[in-house]
């Protein structure tokens, strides 16, 4: 332990607080959205999953089948047996808020690590994670897909920024997992992993000029993994029929491609996008050229996040070819915000590692400034949708026939294009009493009515455990830091408390000083912070007691001091244990004290 004492800290508590008040606001709100503007019914391309999931469609060939440009393995693994167990489609929903919400706290905390304090442009994360401009995405609970797209590229950008030569063994697992897990995700998680794939091989070849053969050809298995799964995906691969040629038109690409980067920012920012695509350019070259003088001897971080970036851009790029035949604002869905997120997140994190404080406080007050259109768009989109799906309830309640549903509802709406689906599928729903169209033509509940509530339950049960321990690290740190402001104020007394003990017997205390950090850690007898405190005290003997005689009375001794953090502030009972270090102490009373290590409880 350092014999110095530290200099004061930048109080963090609050932002701490702060932090978590919002992020657990904006995860409740968005879980409100799925419970008051999300039907439990097949929303758009769902409509097409309907007899697979209600088991009139051969299960195992579905997960493979082509959807769109998609092949989207590990979304329906996932959702299947989901659907499965609840028969409501809201749990996809729900699924998609659980992902980005622990994703956003997540996130903070390796923000946190990162510039080794709490900071308040790190709401940031939730607020651009968890706005209801992602309600096309909150709505539609297939929409998995892009959020498992969203948490393993962001994984990437978290890897690659911790990778270092020493680390690029363990850094590649990582990345190779993740690169296979993103593929798995569809045609967009395809794209995302190929340059992902080059900094495996880059990585391979610095773990093999070690001399460590057998791991180097680990990475590199694990770079073939995506190419070998891209070369089965196209295996049996069609076009889709109902979607034109590639465009040709390098205005449209551009412009489409423009349209999905700025929808990182969410779908409220539309009518601005080409400003918003500016502005990421900008940052991400700027990002760059940071990266690059930072990284001066080992590479190995700025390629990686290279590889990543260069991924997401890619999507973006491919939708651009893909859709800029259907017109130049194909862009602007809500849906994309998912797929373009990670770029958003990777340059903050960058810029919060250098210790820039600059480009994250632009970056949160970008996505505060979004935050109300993106408000006003999801509940405006929610309500209609709502009503939509109402109107169709009732239709069903009262008998209407699954033609007459589709032919009344459908025409102008999120669902038009869906009808030949969606006649055979309500037909089914009705047939197994599932959803909306449960009990057809009369009133009726399905089985699993309560597993929904439940769920979200469970979620704000976790939520609030998480937060519980979030707090208890945030007291911790406010008691560590009220100490370091007031060490001086504490010596005094120690002294005075110790003194009224009457011991050490013939010795008076003179005075005590602070020689280095407080070590933190929970009374498991008294219960509360104690804080073991290394410290010198200095005796003078009492006159006409033995020690007198003492030549040993007068040195400084050394000892560690305990303190007890109670309604706010540190008191003690003069206990001292003399001759130990801090960490001798909690060796020397493990039964009593359980250390409390930066950020944790």
């Known amino acids: 332990m350092s ?6 800290a930048p109080p963090t508590s609050r932002t701490r607080i702060l932090l978590l008040v919002v992020w657990a606001a904006l995860t409740a709100v968005a879980v409100g959205f799925v419970f008051t503007f999300g039907s439990n019914a097949p929303y758009a391309d769902e409509w097409e999953f309907v007899p697979a999931l209600l088991g009139e469609e051969p299960v195992g060939p579905w997960f493979w089948k082509q959807h769109n440009e998609h092949r989207m393995v590990l979304p329906r693994l996932i959702y299947h047996p989901l659907f499965q167990i609840t028969h409501d489609f809201r749990v996809g929903m729900l699924l998609q808020v659980a992902l980005l919400s622990a994703m956003a706290l997540g996130l903070m905390t390796f923000a946190a690590r990162l510039r080794g304090r709490a900071a308040w442009p790190d709401v940031f994360f939730p607020v651009s994670l968890l706005h209801l401009g992602h309600w096309e995405n909150f709505i539609m609970g297939y929409q998995i897909c892009f959020a498992l797209f969203t ?18 063994f363990s850094a590649g697992v990582r990345a190779g997992v993740l690169a296979f897990l993103v593929a798995l995700t569809g045609g967009s998680g395809l794209v995302a992993a190929l340059p992902v794939v080059a900094w495996l091989i880059y990585l391979a070849v610095i773990v093999g000029r070690t001399g460590d053969k057998r791991k180097a050809l680990t990475l590199v298995g694990l770079a073939l993994l995506p190419v070998v ?3 089965f995906y196209f295996v049996g691969y069609e076009k889709p029929p ?3 040629p590639l465009s040709r038109d390098p205005v449209a690409v551009v412009m489409v491609t423009g349209e999905v980067l700025a929808m990182a920012m969410g779908v409220g920012v539309s009518g ?13 070259g700027a990002t760059v050229v940071l990266l690059y003088r930072q990284t001066r001897g080992d590479k190995t971080s700025l390629v990686g996040l290279i590889a990543v970036g260069a991924g997401v851009f890619g999507v973006a790029l491919a939708i651009g ?27 903050y994190l960058v810029w919060a590692k250098a210790g820039r404080k600059w480009v994250p406080m632009l970056l949160c007050f970008a996505s505060a400034l979004a935050f109300t259109p993106n408000l006003g768009t999801g509940m405006l989109m929610g309500s209609s949708i709502r009503e939509h799906y109402d109107r169709m309830e009732i239709d069903s309640f009262r008998g209407v026939p699954a033609e007459g549903i589709v032919a009344r509802n459908f025409p102008n709406s999120p669902n038009e294009g869906q009808t030949g689906r969606a006649v055979l599928a309500i037909k089914q729903l009705q047939a197994a009493n599932v959803g909306i169209y449960a009990g057809y033509g009369s009133v009726a509940a399905t089985d699993w009515d309560w597993f929904l509530p439940a769920c979200a339950i469970v979620l704000l049960a976790v939520a609030g455990r998480w937060g519980w321990h979030l707090i208890k690290a945030v007291l911790a740190e406010r008691a560590r830091e009220l100490f370091r402001l007031q060490h001086e104020r504490y010596e005094e007394q120690l002294v005075k408390a110790a003194a009224a003990t009457g011991l050490p017997r013939g010795l008076r205390w003179v005075s005590c000083r602070v020689t280095g950090d407080a070590t933190l850690a ?12 290394p410290v010198v005290v200095q005796f003078e003997p009492e006159v006409g007691s033995d020690m007198e005689e003492n030549p040993m009375a007068r040195e400084p001794r050394p000892a560690t001091a305990v303190f007890a953090f109670y309604r706010g502030t540190w008191t003690t009972t003069g206990r001292v244990v003399f001759n130990h270090t801090p960490d001798q102490t909690v060796a020397a009373f493990g039964q009593q004290f359980r250390v409390i290590h930066h950020g944790h409880h």
Do not use: C, K
């Open 242 to 244: 109902l979607h034109p």
């Open 272 to 284: 601005v996008w080409w400003g918003v695509f500016a502005a990421e350019l900008f940052l991400a």
């Open 321 to 347: 070819f893909g859709r800029g035949s259907m017109g130049t604002d194909m862009g602007l869905w809500s849906r994309y915000a998912f797929l373009a997120w990670p770029l958003l997140g990777a340059m």
């Open 151 to 168: 948490v393993f590229v962001t994984g990437l950008v978290v890897v690659a920024m911790q990778a270092t030569r020493e680390t690029a």
């Open 3 to 8: 014999q110095t004492y530290s200099p004061d």
């Open 229 to 231: 799964y891209i070369a």
């Open 522 to 533: 929970r009374d498991l007898v008294n219960g509360g912070i104690a804080a073991l405190v």
